[in-house]
């Protein structure tokens, strides 16, 4: 068996534990009192004084405010992130990005790309409630993920007052689809692509008739939505939805730039430059804060 002590006190002093029979002096009953230092005399004369700058010497670099206002620079950012500093101009237009897998109920691995459903929300809100931004621009290139984190995340966008432009790049796939339509006007790039399939279930599945009502109900809400945003009908959208000729593993559909704006889902195809002329066009167009319609 073995011990482990901090130390034993004896008669004799303190055993300390480092050292077998060691023996440290023994402790005094009452730590000693400090003795107060004697207050500085006079200068010396002849000392030395403190050494005047080397001339040629760089002088010392003054502290400086990063970008963000936090006191960091921007050469420390990038000795700690290991990417240069992103440009922040001052604009009245947010840019909000939704890339990955959207995480909502569920925390996903930690190699997974996500956005973080309870990340989005707070932001959308400041942006709706902050004076200084006219409009929103959401920039998606996700995958889909959590069906109701995803809708709800649809649902803030569609009900902003403020103008709001979103833009796929990559893909806007899923569940993506509703908050790509959430927006007053809608972009996808000419490569980017949309894939449209029935909800899933993962984890354990009862096959009982409750369990297929349970998806139908998750599945019109999603539906409604959609058609409600976008101009594709009700009947098309569940067509391409439920088609089993296009993908190998699965059933669905998938467009691919034009393709989206042709069924109706998207209104247009372009990139940022479009994206944001058309956002800015809405702001211009949005009545004044406190006018009353005519």
């Keep these: 068996m073995l ?6 006190r004896g008669p004799e002093g303190v055993v300390s534990g480092e050292g077998a029979g060691r023996v440290v002096g023994r402790e005094p009953d009452s730590p000693p009192a400090a003795v107060p230092l004697p207050p500085p005399g006079p200068e010396v004369p002849g000392q030395p004084e403190a050494p005047s700058p080397v001339p040629g010497a760089p002088e010392p670099r003054p502290s400086t405010v990063g970008p963000r206002g936090d006191g960091e620079s921007s050469t420390e950012a990038v000795e700690r992130f290991g990417s240069p500093e992103v440009a922040r101009p001052k604009s009245d237009i947010h840019c909000l990005t939704i890339v990955g897998q959207i995480e909502g109920h569920l925390v996903l691995p930690s190699q997974n790309k996500t956005t973080k459903y309870e990340h989005m929300v707070p932001q959308v809100v400041a942006v709706e409630m902050n004076p200084d931004i006219a409009g929103l621009l959401v920039i998606l290139n996700t995958v889909g993920g959590d069906v109701e984190a995803g809708l709800a995340l649809a649902e803030l966008l569609a009900t902003m007052s403020k103008p709001t432009v979103s833009l796929i790049l990559g893909g806007g796939h899923s569940i993506g689809i509703p908050i790509a339509v959430a927006a007053n006007h809608s972009f996808i790039a000419p490569t980017a692509t949309m894939t449209i399939h ?4 993962s984890g354990l599945v ?10 139908d109900k998750m599945q019109d809400r999603v539906v409604r939505f959609i058609v409600t945003n976008s101009k594709i009908s009700e009947g098309r959208l569940r067509g391409l939805m439920f088609r089993t000729g296009e993908l190998a593993r699965d059933i669905g559909t998938v467009l691919v730039g034009e393709e989206a704006v042709q069924e109706g889902l998207i209104d247009e195809v372009g990139g940022v430059s479009g994206a944001l002329e058309r956002l800015r066009a809405l702001i211009a167009s949005r009545p004044p804060k406190g006018s009353r319609p005519s």
């Design 206 to 215: 009862i096959g009982v008739p409750q369990t297929y009502e349970y998806l």
């Design 198 to 201: 029935p909800i899933r279930l």
């Design 3 to 8: 011990l482990f002590w901090r130390g034993l």
